[in-house]
């Protein structure tokens, strides 16, 4: 089996630190086959996927104008 490193949110990283043996071994299998999944289903254009995100934001109320503040907060 090979290793990977995958960077995670401290809340994640230590909630599966804290899990027991078990816990982590059952984490690992679950998220190496839904990494085998997402890697063999092939994917759609990334043009696609963001315009899917964009029409889903405008339908949920995002105008260009909240879009722009947003982008610009600080």
């Given amino acids: 089996m090979s290793a990977i490193t995958i960077p995670v949110d401290p809340h994640t990283a230590r909630a599966f630190e804290q899990a027991s043996a078990e816990e982590q071994r059952k ?3 679950l998220l190496s086959l839904r990494l085998r999944e997402l890697t063999t289903t092939p994917l759609p254009p990334l043009q696609t996927i963001l ?5 889903e934001a405008q339908e949920k109320g995002l105008t ?3 879009l722009h503040t947003l982008l610009n907060a600080e």
């Fill in 27 to 29: 984490l690992r299998l």
């Fill in 51 to 55: 315009d899917e995100v964009g029409r």
């Fill in 64 to 66: 260009p104008e909240i």
